[in-house]
Protein backbone atom coordinates (compact mmCIF):
# COMPACT_ATOMS: atom_id res chain seq x y z
CA UNK A 1 0.00 0.00 0.00
CA UNK A 2 3.25 2.40 0.76
CA UNK A 3 4.74 1.87 -2.68
CA UNK A 4 1.78 2.59 -4.27
CA UNK A 5 0.66 5.70 -2.74
CA UNK A 6 4.55 6.60 -2.89
CA UNK A 7 4.43 5.95 -6.65
CA UNK A 8 1.05 7.60 -7.27
CA UNK A 9 2.89 10.34 -5.90
CA UNK A 10 6.22 10.49 -7.91
CA UNK A 11 3.50 10.33 -11.29
CA UNK A 12 1.43 13.18 -10.05
CA UNK A 13 5.26 15.18 -9.75
CA UNK A 14 6.48 14.22 -13.12
CA UNK A 15 3.22 15.09 -14.59
CA UNK A 16 3.71 18.18 -12.70
CA UNK A 17 6.92 18.59 -14.13
CA UNK A 18 6.00 17.97 -17.88
CA UNK A 19 3.40 21.41 -17.26
CA UNK A 20 5.66 23.41 -15.18
CA UNK A 21 9.82 22.52 -14.59
CA UNK A 22 10.07 24.96 -11.55
CA UNK A 23 6.89 23.55 -9.96
CA UNK A 24 9.07 20.06 -10.42
CA UNK A 25 11.79 21.31 -8.59
CA UNK A 26 9.42 22.59 -6.09
CA UNK A 27 7.44 19.70 -5.40
CA UNK A 28 10.53 17.12 -5.38
CA UNK A 29 11.78 19.15 -2.23
CA UNK A 30 8.73 19.13 -0.57
CA UNK A 31 5.65 17.03 -1.72
CA UNK A 32 7.09 12.95 -0.46
CA UNK A 33 5.27 10.40 0.94
CA UNK A 34 6.35 11.14 5.03
CA UNK A 35 5.13 14.72 4.66
CA UNK A 36 1.70 14.24 2.67
CA UNK A 37 1.41 11.15 4.96
CA UNK A 38 1.83 13.88 8.06
CA UNK A 39 -0.38 16.55 6.50
CA UNK A 40 -2.88 13.96 6.34
CA UNK A 41 -3.08 12.78 9.45
CA UNK A 42 -3.10 16.18 11.14
CA UNK A 43 -5.83 17.31 7.94
CA UNK A 44 -8.47 14.02 8.95
CA UNK A 45 -7.95 14.49 12.65
CA UNK A 46 -8.74 17.79 13.48
CA UNK A 47 -11.95 17.66 11.31
CA UNK A 48 -12.48 14.96 13.67
CA UNK A 49 -11.80 16.76 16.53
CA UNK A 50 -14.25 19.66 15.32
CA UNK A 51 -17.16 17.67 14.47
CA UNK A 52 -16.41 16.01 17.44
CA UNK A 53 -16.33 19.20 19.42
CA UNK A 54 -19.63 20.45 17.88
CA UNK A 55 -21.37 16.69 18.65
CA UNK A 56 -21.01 17.40 22.17
CA UNK A 57 -22.44 20.78 22.04
CA UNK A 58 -25.99 19.24 21.37
CA UNK A 59 -28.49 19.09 23.74
CA UNK A 60 -28.62 15.24 22.97
CA UNK A 61 -29.23 14.53 26.84
CA UNK A 62 -29.31 18.15 28.49
CA UNK A 63 -32.07 19.28 30.76
CA UNK A 64 -32.05 22.61 30.07
CA UNK A 65 -34.86 24.58 29.36
CA UNK A 66 -33.17 26.52 26.64
CA UNK A 67 -29.89 25.88 23.99
CA UNK A 68 -28.45 27.25 21.05
CA UNK A 69 -29.53 24.20 18.52
CA UNK A 70 -32.86 23.82 20.22
CA UNK A 71 -35.82 24.34 18.26
CA UNK A 72 -39.17 25.84 19.86
CA UNK A 73 -40.77 28.04 21.94
CA UNK A 74 -42.03 28.23 25.61
CA UNK A 75 -45.47 27.45 26.74
CA UNK A 76 -47.72 30.07 27.10
CA UNK A 77 -47.93 29.91 31.19
CA UNK A 78 -43.84 29.45 31.29
CA UNK A 79 -42.97 32.09 34.28
CA UNK A 80 -39.50 32.98 33.56
CA UNK A 81 -40.10 33.90 30.13
CA UNK A 82 -38.53 37.21 29.56
CA UNK A 83 -39.06 38.87 26.35
CA UNK A 84 -35.20 40.54 26.44
CA UNK A 85 -33.66 37.50 26.23
CA UNK A 86 -34.04 36.30 22.52
CA UNK A 87 -31.84 33.86 23.36
CA UNK A 88 -33.88 32.08 25.92
CA UNK A 89 -37.25 32.86 23.71
CA UNK A 90 -35.83 31.78 20.18
CA UNK A 91 -33.96 28.92 21.41
CA UNK A 92 -36.57 26.67 23.92
CA UNK A 93 -35.79 23.24 23.88
CA UNK A 94 -38.99 21.25 22.52
CA UNK A 95 -39.31 17.67 23.23
CA UNK A 96 -40.37 15.30 20.62
CA UNK A 97 -42.59 12.00 21.46
CA UNK A 98 -39.54 10.14 22.70
CA UNK A 99 -38.44 13.12 24.80
CA UNK A 100 -35.54 14.40 22.89
CA UNK A 101 -34.78 17.55 22.40
CA UNK A 102 -35.96 18.71 18.76
CA UNK A 103 -32.49 20.04 17.19
CA UNK A 104 -32.31 22.75 15.05
CA UNK A 105 -29.63 21.01 12.37
CA UNK A 106 -29.72 23.72 9.90
CA UNK A 107 -28.27 26.10 12.62
CA UNK A 108 -25.76 23.64 13.81
CA UNK A 109 -24.32 22.88 9.95
CA UNK A 110 -24.02 27.06 9.08
CA UNK A 111 -22.08 27.01 12.82
CA UNK A 112 -19.92 24.22 11.75
CA UNK A 113 -19.54 25.55 8.13
CA UNK A 114 -18.91 28.82 9.58
CA UNK A 115 -16.10 27.68 11.79
CA UNK A 116 -13.95 25.43 9.04
CA UNK A 117 -14.28 28.61 6.74
CA UNK A 118 -12.70 31.20 9.31
CA UNK A 119 -9.85 28.37 10.25
CA UNK A 120 -9.25 27.84 6.45
CA UNK A 121 -8.98 31.42 5.79
CA UNK A 122 -6.45 32.16 8.41
CA UNK A 123 -4.77 29.01 7.52
CA UNK A 124 -4.33 29.36 4.86
CA UNK A 125 -3.48 32.51 4.25
CA UNK A 126 -1.27 32.93 7.18
CA UNK A 127 0.94 30.09 6.45
CA UNK A 128 1.07 30.28 2.83
CA UNK A 129 2.29 33.86 2.75
CA UNK A 130 5.09 32.77 5.13
CA UNK A 131 6.05 29.64 3.25
CA UNK A 132 6.42 32.08 0.27
CA UNK A 133 8.76 34.94 1.87
CA UNK A 134 10.78 32.06 3.77
CA UNK A 135 11.65 30.21 0.42
CA UNK A 136 12.34 33.65 -1.36
CA UNK A 137 14.43 34.46 1.55
CA UNK A 138 16.48 30.75 1.75
CA UNK A 139 16.93 31.09 -2.00
CA UNK A 140 19.22 34.56 -1.37
CA UNK A 141 20.56 32.77 1.07
CA UNK A 142 22.13 30.11 -0.86
CA UNK A 143 22.45 32.47 -3.87
CA UNK A 144 20.17 30.18 -5.95
CA UNK A 145 18.09 32.61 -6.76
CA UNK A 146 20.22 34.33 -9.27
CA UNK A 147 20.89 31.15 -10.67
CA UNK A 148 17.19 30.84 -11.62
CA UNK A 149 17.16 34.16 -13.09
CA UNK A 150 19.70 33.37 -15.22
CA UNK A 151 17.43 30.58 -16.69
CA UNK A 152 15.49 30.31 -19.71
CA UNK A 153 12.29 30.39 -17.50
CA UNK A 154 9.95 32.94 -18.10
CA UNK A 155 8.67 34.72 -14.91
CA UNK A 156 5.24 33.69 -15.07
CA UNK A 157 6.67 30.00 -15.11
CA UNK A 158 9.01 30.24 -12.71
CA UNK A 159 6.37 32.11 -10.40
CA UNK A 160 3.44 29.66 -11.30
CA UNK A 161 5.47 26.99 -9.89
CA UNK A 162 6.72 29.03 -6.86
CA UNK A 163 2.67 29.54 -6.10
CA UNK A 164 1.29 26.38 -6.76
CA UNK A 165 4.84 24.13 -5.51
CA UNK A 166 5.81 26.07 -2.27
CA UNK A 167 2.63 25.92 -0.65
CA UNK A 168 1.57 22.74 -1.68
CA UNK A 169 0.87 20.69 1.70
CA UNK A 170 -0.75 23.60 2.56
CA UNK A 171 -2.99 23.47 -0.78
CA UNK A 172 -3.53 19.26 -0.18
CA UNK A 173 -4.60 20.03 3.59
CA UNK A 174 -7.34 22.35 2.09
CA UNK A 175 -7.81 19.98 -0.35
CA UNK A 176 -8.95 17.20 2.41
CA UNK A 177 -11.26 19.60 4.13
CA UNK A 178 -13.04 20.54 1.07
CA UNK A 179 -16.05 17.15 1.62
CA UNK A 180 -16.60 18.22 5.12
CA UNK A 181 -16.76 22.19 4.42
CA UNK A 182 -19.27 21.40 1.35
CA UNK A 183 -21.25 18.76 2.99
CA UNK A 184 -21.72 21.21 5.94
CA UNK A 185 -23.03 23.66 3.20
CA UNK A 186 -25.15 22.17 1.19
CA UNK A 187 -26.89 20.69 4.57
CA UNK A 188 -27.13 24.66 5.74
CA UNK A 189 -29.08 25.29 3.01
CA UNK A 190 -26.99 27.16 1.35
CA UNK A 191 -27.12 27.37 -2.55
CA UNK A 192 -24.17 25.02 -4.28
CA UNK A 193 -23.57 28.77 -6.77
CA UNK A 194 -23.11 30.36 -3.65
CA UNK A 195 -20.61 27.80 -1.92
CA UNK A 196 -18.74 27.72 -5.72
CA UNK A 197 -18.33 31.60 -5.44
CA UNK A 198 -17.00 31.60 -2.14
CA UNK A 199 -14.67 28.80 -3.21
CA UNK A 200 -13.69 31.54 -6.18
CA UNK A 201 -13.01 34.55 -3.81
CA UNK A 202 -10.85 32.46 -1.50
CA UNK A 203 -8.59 31.58 -4.68
CA UNK A 204 -8.66 35.24 -5.43
CA UNK A 205 -7.74 36.20 -2.16
CA UNK A 206 -4.96 33.98 -2.12
CA UNK A 207 -3.52 34.76 -5.33
CA UNK A 208 -3.69 38.43 -4.25
CA UNK A 209 -1.77 37.95 -0.64
CA UNK A 210 0.69 34.97 -2.20
CA UNK A 211 1.89 37.24 -4.99
CA UNK A 212 2.20 40.27 -2.29
CA UNK A 213 4.40 37.84 -0.35
CA UNK A 214 6.77 37.29 -3.47
CA UNK A 215 6.89 40.73 -3.82
CA UNK A 216 8.35 41.39 -0.76
CA UNK A 217 10.48 38.44 -0.40
CA UNK A 218 11.79 39.89 -3.91
CA UNK A 219 13.46 43.01 -2.01
CA UNK A 220 17.15 42.81 -1.88
CA UNK A 221 16.92 43.42 2.17
CA UNK A 222 19.31 41.43 3.97
CA UNK A 223 16.58 41.36 6.76
CA UNK A 224 14.49 39.54 4.44
CA UNK A 225 14.24 36.59 6.51
CA UNK A 226 12.85 38.63 9.37
CA UNK A 227 9.78 40.10 6.71
CA UNK A 228 8.46 36.31 6.63
CA UNK A 229 7.33 36.53 10.14
CA UNK A 230 6.69 40.46 10.17
CA UNK A 231 4.15 39.98 7.16
CA UNK A 232 2.64 36.84 8.49
CA UNK A 233 1.99 38.64 11.53
CA UNK A 234 0.60 41.75 10.35
CA UNK A 235 -1.49 39.76 8.16
CA UNK A 236 -2.59 37.50 11.11
CA UNK A 237 -3.61 40.92 13.18
CA UNK A 238 -5.76 42.14 9.45
CA UNK A 239 -7.63 39.07 9.48
CA UNK A 240 -8.70 39.13 12.98
CA UNK A 241 -9.71 42.57 13.14
CA UNK A 242 -11.77 41.33 10.23
CA UNK A 243 -13.04 38.57 11.54
CA UNK A 244 -14.39 40.31 14.28
CA UNK A 245 -15.98 43.26 12.34
CA UNK A 246 -17.11 40.54 9.84
CA UNK A 247 -18.99 38.04 12.09
CA UNK A 248 -20.40 40.98 14.33
CA UNK A 249 -20.99 43.17 11.68
CA UNK A 250 -24.43 44.26 13.12
CA UNK A 251 -22.79 45.86 15.94
CA UNK A 252 -21.41 48.78 13.80
CA UNK A 253 -19.02 49.68 11.10
CA UNK A 254 -17.00 52.80 9.82
CA UNK A 255 -19.32 53.30 6.21
CA UNK A 256 -16.19 55.08 4.83
CA UNK A 257 -13.04 54.52 2.38
CA UNK A 258 -11.82 52.41 4.99
CA UNK A 259 -14.49 49.48 4.28
CA UNK A 260 -12.42 49.54 1.05
CA UNK A 261 -9.70 47.63 2.75
CA UNK A 262 -12.40 45.59 4.40
CA UNK A 263 -12.97 43.85 1.12
CA UNK A 264 -9.66 42.04 0.58
CA UNK A 265 -10.60 39.66 3.39
CA UNK A 266 -12.49 36.55 1.61
CA UNK A 267 -14.86 35.95 4.43
CA UNK A 268 -16.84 38.96 4.09
CA UNK A 269 -18.50 36.76 1.37
CA UNK A 270 -20.14 34.16 4.00
CA UNK A 271 -22.35 37.06 4.73
CA UNK A 272 -24.45 36.55 1.86
CA UNK A 273 -23.95 32.78 2.09
CA UNK A 274 -25.66 33.10 5.71
CA UNK A 275 -28.31 35.04 4.67
CA UNK A 276 -29.02 32.43 1.54
CA UNK A 277 -29.94 30.27 4.65
CA UNK A 278 -33.20 32.34 5.45
CA UNK A 279 -32.43 31.86 9.37
CA UNK A 280 -33.15 35.31 10.81
CA UNK A 281 -30.40 37.01 12.92
CA UNK A 282 -31.64 36.38 15.82
CA UNK A 283 -30.93 32.90 15.49
CA UNK A 284 -27.68 32.54 14.18
CA UNK A 285 -26.64 36.19 16.43
CA UNK A 286 -23.38 36.12 13.82
CA UNK A 287 -22.51 37.82 10.70
CA UNK A 288 -25.06 40.54 10.72
CA UNK A 289 -25.88 42.20 7.38
CA UNK A 290 -25.98 46.02 8.78
CA UNK A 291 -22.47 46.28 8.48
CA UNK A 292 -22.34 45.47 4.59
CA UNK A 293 -25.63 45.22 2.92
CA UNK A 294 -26.32 48.79 4.11
CA UNK A 295 -22.29 50.12 2.10
CA UNK A 296 -22.76 52.21 -0.85
CA UNK A 297 -20.64 52.60 -3.38
CA UNK A 298 -21.52 55.83 -5.52
CA UNK A 299 -24.61 56.14 -3.75
CA UNK A 300 -25.69 52.41 -5.46
CA UNK A 301 -26.63 49.44 -3.08
CA UNK A 302 -24.39 46.97 -5.01
CA UNK A 303 -23.45 44.97 -1.11
CA UNK A 304 -27.23 44.20 -0.82
CA UNK A 305 -27.03 41.56 -3.82
CA UNK A 306 -24.52 38.71 -3.35
CA UNK A 307 -23.48 38.46 -6.90
CA UNK A 308 -23.02 42.11 -7.42
CA UNK A 309 -20.60 41.79 -4.08
CA UNK A 310 -18.64 38.89 -5.28
CA UNK A 311 -17.93 40.60 -8.12
CA UNK A 312 -16.78 43.30 -7.12
CA UNK A 313 -14.48 41.52 -4.81
CA UNK A 314 -13.21 39.55 -7.35
CA UNK A 315 -12.38 42.40 -9.68
CA UNK A 316 -10.99 44.34 -6.40
CA UNK A 317 -8.76 41.22 -6.10
CA UNK A 318 -7.99 41.39 -9.75
CA UNK A 319 -6.60 44.26 -10.76
CA UNK A 320 -4.41 44.67 -7.39
CA UNK A 321 -3.04 40.80 -8.08
CA UNK A 322 -2.32 42.41 -11.49
CA UNK A 323 -0.28 45.72 -10.57
CA UNK A 324 1.52 43.48 -8.76
CA UNK A 325 2.39 40.84 -11.17
CA UNK A 326 4.12 43.39 -13.11
CA UNK A 327 6.10 44.52 -10.09
CA UNK A 328 7.42 41.02 -9.92
CA UNK A 329 7.89 40.77 -13.36
CA UNK A 330 9.79 43.93 -13.50
CA UNK A 331 12.16 43.39 -10.38
CA UNK A 332 12.86 39.55 -10.71
CA UNK A 333 14.99 40.16 -14.28
CA UNK A 334 16.18 43.23 -13.31
CA UNK A 335 16.63 43.47 -9.38
CA UNK A 336 17.81 46.84 -9.11
CA UNK A 337 15.27 48.86 -11.22
CA UNK A 338 12.32 50.64 -10.35
CA UNK A 339 9.37 48.80 -9.20
CA UNK A 340 6.18 50.03 -11.52
CA UNK A 341 7.02 52.15 -14.98
CA UNK A 342 5.17 55.49 -15.04
CA UNK A 343 2.61 54.12 -16.96
CA UNK A 344 1.57 51.26 -14.96
CA UNK A 345 1.24 53.82 -11.83
CA UNK A 346 -1.00 56.30 -13.70
CA UNK A 347 -3.19 53.27 -14.48
CA UNK A 348 -3.02 52.15 -10.97
CA UNK A 349 -3.21 55.50 -9.21
CA UNK A 350 -6.90 56.04 -11.54
CA UNK A 351 -8.00 52.63 -10.61
CA UNK A 352 -7.61 53.33 -6.67
CA UNK A 353 -9.36 56.64 -6.96
CA UNK A 354 -12.15 55.29 -8.78
CA UNK A 355 -12.53 52.59 -6.55
CA UNK A 356 -12.04 54.69 -2.97
CA UNK A 357 -13.76 57.73 -3.88
CA UNK A 358 -16.95 55.85 -4.43
CA UNK A 359 -17.29 54.64 -1.07
CA UNK A 360 -17.22 58.60 0.16
CA UNK A 361 -21.20 59.42 -0.30
CA UNK A 362 -22.68 57.15 2.22
CA UNK A 363 -24.77 59.67 3.89
CA UNK A 364 -26.51 62.43 2.62
CA UNK A 365 -25.42 65.25 5.44
CA UNK A 366 -22.82 67.41 4.60
CA UNK A 367 -20.38 66.25 8.24
CA UNK A 368 -20.50 62.46 7.45
CA UNK A 369 -19.31 63.26 3.15
CA UNK A 370 -16.70 65.51 4.93
CA UNK A 371 -15.12 63.01 7.56
CA UNK A 372 -15.04 60.87 4.62
CA UNK A 373 -13.10 62.64 2.42
CA UNK A 374 -10.63 63.39 5.30
CA UNK A 375 -9.93 59.35 5.99
CA UNK A 376 -9.82 59.49 1.77
CA UNK A 377 -6.81 61.99 1.95
CA UNK A 378 -5.48 59.61 4.40
CA UNK A 379 -5.95 56.79 2.05
CA UNK A 380 -4.13 58.98 -0.92
CA UNK A 381 -1.26 59.76 1.17
CA UNK A 382 -0.51 56.27 2.17
CA UNK A 383 -1.08 55.06 -1.85
CA UNK A 384 1.59 57.98 -2.65
CA UNK A 385 3.93 56.79 -0.46
CA UNK A 386 3.83 53.23 -2.15
CA UNK A 387 4.18 55.22 -5.54
CA UNK A 388 7.18 57.12 -4.35
CA UNK A 389 8.80 53.86 -3.73
CA UNK A 390 8.18 52.48 -6.49
CA UNK A 391 8.88 54.99 -8.98
CA UNK A 392 12.17 56.29 -7.67
CA UNK A 393 15.26 55.06 -8.86
CA UNK A 394 18.62 54.58 -7.48
CA UNK A 395 21.86 56.60 -7.36
CA UNK A 396 23.33 54.61 -9.98
CA UNK A 397 20.21 54.89 -12.52
CA UNK A 398 19.64 58.44 -12.00
CA UNK A 399 23.41 58.71 -12.52
CA UNK A 400 23.20 56.72 -16.37
CA UNK A 401 20.16 58.90 -17.45
CA UNK A 402 21.69 62.08 -16.24
CA UNK A 403 25.58 61.52 -18.54
CA UNK A 404 23.16 59.56 -21.20
CA UNK A 405 20.91 62.56 -21.61
CA UNK A 406 23.81 65.24 -21.17
CA UNK A 407 25.80 63.01 -24.38
CA UNK A 408 21.86 63.63 -26.75
CA UNK A 409 21.74 66.98 -25.08
CA UNK A 410 18.15 66.35 -25.57
CA UNK A 411 15.83 69.27 -26.05
CA UNK A 412 13.04 70.39 -23.48
CA UNK A 413 9.94 68.51 -25.45
CA UNK A 414 11.89 65.15 -25.28
CA UNK A 415 12.82 65.77 -21.63
CA UNK A 416 9.32 66.69 -20.55
CA UNK A 417 8.05 63.15 -22.37
CA UNK A 418 11.15 61.66 -21.06
CA UNK A 419 10.23 62.69 -17.24
CA UNK A 420 6.13 61.71 -17.74
CA UNK A 421 7.69 58.37 -19.36
CA UNK A 422 10.79 57.17 -18.70
CA UNK A 423 12.03 54.64 -16.73
CA UNK A 424 15.36 55.90 -15.69
CA UNK A 425 14.56 59.78 -15.65
CA UNK A 426 13.36 60.88 -12.05
CA UNK A 427 10.08 60.27 -10.23
CA UNK A 428 8.79 63.68 -9.40
CA UNK A 429 6.81 64.79 -12.79
CA UNK A 430 5.50 60.79 -12.27
CA UNK A 431 4.27 61.54 -8.88
CA UNK A 432 2.68 65.45 -9.94
CA UNK A 433 1.09 63.37 -12.74
CA UNK A 434 -0.65 60.80 -10.81
CA UNK A 435 -1.45 63.66 -8.05
CA UNK A 436 -3.12 65.66 -11.25
CA UNK A 437 -4.83 62.35 -12.17
CA UNK A 438 -6.29 62.51 -8.10
CA UNK A 439 -7.07 66.18 -8.09
CA UNK A 440 -9.14 66.20 -11.46
CA UNK A 441 -10.92 62.94 -10.88
CA UNK A 442 -12.19 64.34 -7.38
CA UNK A 443 -12.77 67.39 -8.25
CA UNK A 444 -16.03 66.52 -9.63
CA UNK A 445 -17.16 65.07 -6.71
CA UNK A 446 -16.32 67.42 -4.65
CA UNK A 447 -18.92 69.53 -7.05
CA UNK A 448 -21.81 67.18 -6.77
CA UNK A 449 -21.94 65.76 -3.35
CA UNK A 450 -23.88 67.75 -1.01
CA UNK A 451 -21.07 69.22 1.40
CA UNK A 452 -22.74 72.70 1.81
CA UNK A 453 -20.00 74.58 3.61
CA UNK A 454 -17.29 72.17 3.82
CA UNK A 455 -16.90 72.31 0.05
CA UNK A 456 -14.35 74.68 -0.77
CA UNK A 457 -12.35 73.42 3.10
CA UNK A 458 -12.17 69.81 0.84
CA UNK A 459 -10.70 71.17 -2.37
CA UNK A 460 -8.11 73.15 -0.50
CA UNK A 461 -7.16 70.16 1.81
CA UNK A 462 -6.92 68.16 -1.33
CA UNK A 463 -5.12 70.24 -3.14
CA UNK A 464 -2.84 70.96 -0.07
CA UNK A 465 -2.45 67.41 0.61
CA UNK A 466 -1.27 66.55 -2.88
CA UNK A 467 0.99 69.32 -2.68
CA UNK A 468 3.15 68.06 0.28
CA UNK A 469 3.12 64.68 -1.57
CA UNK A 470 4.56 65.56 -4.21
CA UNK A 471 7.16 67.77 -1.59
CA UNK A 472 8.15 64.23 0.30
CA UNK A 473 8.48 62.70 -3.00
CA UNK A 474 11.06 65.07 -3.76
CA UNK A 475 13.04 64.68 -0.88
CA UNK A 476 13.18 61.28 -0.68
CA UNK A 477 14.05 61.62 -4.84
CA UNK A 478 16.56 63.80 -3.38
CA UNK A 479 18.09 61.54 -0.75
CA UNK A 480 18.66 58.87 -3.40
CA UNK A 481 20.95 60.96 -4.96
CA UNK A 482 23.42 60.80 -1.68
CA UNK A 483 26.51 58.35 -2.19
CA UNK A 484 26.12 56.83 1.63
CA UNK A 485 26.20 53.36 1.21
CA UNK A 486 22.98 53.72 3.57
CA UNK A 487 21.28 56.45 1.25
CA UNK A 488 17.21 54.31 0.97
CA UNK A 489 17.32 53.67 4.85
CA UNK A 490 17.87 57.05 5.41
CA UNK A 491 15.54 58.77 3.06
CA UNK A 492 12.99 56.42 4.66
CA UNK A 493 13.95 57.93 8.26
CA UNK A 494 13.63 61.48 6.93
CA UNK A 495 10.29 60.97 5.04
CA UNK A 496 9.16 59.28 8.63
CA UNK A 497 10.18 62.14 10.57
CA UNK A 498 8.93 64.49 8.29
CA UNK A 499 5.31 63.06 8.14
CA UNK A 500 5.39 62.11 12.33
CA UNK A 501 6.84 65.82 13.82
CA UNK A 502 4.53 67.89 12.66
CA UNK A 503 1.49 65.34 13.93
CA UNK A 504 3.38 65.43 17.47
CA UNK A 505 3.58 69.72 17.12
CA UNK A 506 -0.19 69.17 16.72
CA UNK A 507 -0.47 66.80 19.90
CA UNK A 508 1.39 69.63 21.61
CA UNK A 509 -0.26 72.52 20.64
CA UNK A 510 -3.46 71.08 21.25
CA UNK A 511 -2.34 70.37 25.12
CA UNK A 512 -2.29 74.64 25.50
CA UNK A 513 -4.30 75.63 22.80
CA UNK A 514 -8.28 74.31 22.26
CA UNK A 515 -8.39 75.15 18.59
CA UNK A 516 -5.74 73.52 16.88
CA UNK A 517 -7.47 73.34 13.36
CA UNK A 518 -5.43 76.31 11.72
CA UNK A 519 -2.42 74.48 11.80
CA UNK A 520 -3.50 71.19 10.85
CA UNK A 521 -2.35 72.13 7.04
CA UNK A 522 0.90 71.91 7.78
CA UNK A 523 0.56 67.62 8.07
CA UNK A 524 0.25 65.16 5.23
CA UNK A 525 -4.31 65.41 6.37
CA UNK A 526 -4.60 69.00 6.23
CA UNK A 527 -7.89 68.18 5.38
CA UNK A 528 -8.30 67.75 9.29
CA UNK A 529 -8.37 71.26 9.73
CA UNK A 530 -12.00 71.86 8.77
CA UNK A 531 -13.33 74.98 7.50
CA UNK A 532 -10.32 77.01 9.00
CA UNK A 533 -8.46 75.69 6.50
CA UNK A 534 -9.54 77.70 3.77
CA UNK A 535 -8.29 80.89 4.64
CA UNK A 536 -4.94 83.09 3.95
CA UNK A 537 -2.84 80.83 6.30
CA UNK A 538 -3.67 77.70 3.66
CA UNK A 539 -3.11 79.64 0.78
CA UNK A 540 0.59 81.08 2.55
CA UNK A 541 0.82 77.49 3.24
CA UNK A 542 0.47 76.66 -0.31
CA UNK A 543 2.52 78.81 -1.88
CA UNK A 544 5.55 77.95 0.80
CA UNK A 545 4.94 74.34 -0.23
CA UNK A 546 5.12 75.44 -4.08
CA UNK A 547 8.52 77.14 -3.33
CA UNK A 548 9.67 74.14 -1.41
CA UNK A 549 9.39 72.39 -4.64
CA UNK A 550 10.31 74.67 -7.10
CA UNK A 551 13.49 75.13 -4.66
CA UNK A 552 14.34 71.58 -4.86
CA UNK A 553 13.71 70.99 -7.91
CA UNK A 554 16.10 73.28 -9.13
CA UNK A 555 18.62 71.85 -6.93
CA UNK A 556 18.13 68.49 -7.80
CA UNK A 557 18.92 69.43 -11.31
CA UNK A 558 22.14 71.45 -10.81
CA UNK A 559 22.78 67.91 -8.97
CA UNK A 560 22.04 65.99 -12.06
CA UNK A 561 23.81 68.15 -13.99
CA UNK A 562 27.46 68.13 -11.91
CA UNK A 563 26.60 64.14 -11.78
CA UNK A 564 26.38 64.11 -15.38
CA UNK A 565 29.36 66.06 -16.30
CA UNK A 566 31.63 64.87 -14.11
CA UNK A 567 30.65 61.29 -15.10
CA UNK A 568 31.22 61.85 -18.27
CA UNK A 569 34.60 63.58 -17.80
CA UNK A 570 35.42 60.86 -15.98
CA UNK A 571 35.09 58.39 -18.75
CA UNK A 572 36.00 60.56 -21.27
CA UNK A 573 39.66 60.66 -18.99
CA UNK A 574 39.38 56.50 -18.48
CA UNK A 575 39.09 56.19 -22.28
CA UNK A 576 41.86 58.60 -23.38
CA UNK A 577 44.43 56.57 -21.06
CA UNK A 578 43.05 53.04 -22.48
CA UNK A 579 44.18 54.55 -25.73
CA UNK A 580 47.59 55.62 -24.83
CA UNK A 581 48.31 52.19 -23.29
CA UNK A 582 47.84 50.59 -26.31
Given at each position: ???I??????????????????L???????????????????G?L?????C?????????????????????????????????N?????????????G?????W????????T????????????????????D?????????????????????????????????L????T????????????????????????????????????????????????S??????????????????????????????????L?W???????????????????????????????L????????P?F??A????????????????????A?N??????????????????????????????????T???????N???????????F???T???????????????????????????????????????????????????????????I???????L??????????????????????????????????A?????????????????????????????????????????I????????????????V????????????????????????????????
Open positions: MVSLNKFINQFIERAGDFNPQFRELKSRFNFRNVLLVSAIIGQIALFLFVSSLPLHSRRSYDRYCLGSPPPDWNNYDPSNYITEHFCTKDLLQAVINQLWWLDLFTVSVIGITILLVVGTYLLIALAKEQRRGTLNFIRLSPQSVKTIFLGKLLGVPALYWLFLTIPLHFVAGILANIPVLLILAFYGVLIASCAFFFHLALLIGLTNSKVSFHSFAVSGGLLFYLMIMMGTTLWGDRGGSHSPDAGLFYPGKALVYLAQSTFLPFKTVTYLGDANNQLLWYGQINYWSAIAFMLINYGIWTYGITQIRRFRRPHSVWLSKKQSYGLTLSFIVITLGFVPQSSSTPLYYFVILQFLIFACMVLGALSPQRQTLQDWARHRHQLNQTPRSLIKDLIWGEQSPSSVAIAVNGGIVFLYTLPATLFPLDNYRAVMMGLLLGLSINLFYALVFQRLLLLKTSNRLIGVSVLAMLTIFPLIAVVIVGARFTSISSIWFLTFMPMVGGQLFGIGSVMALLGQWTLILISGEMTQKLKSISSSESKRLTENSAQFSLSK
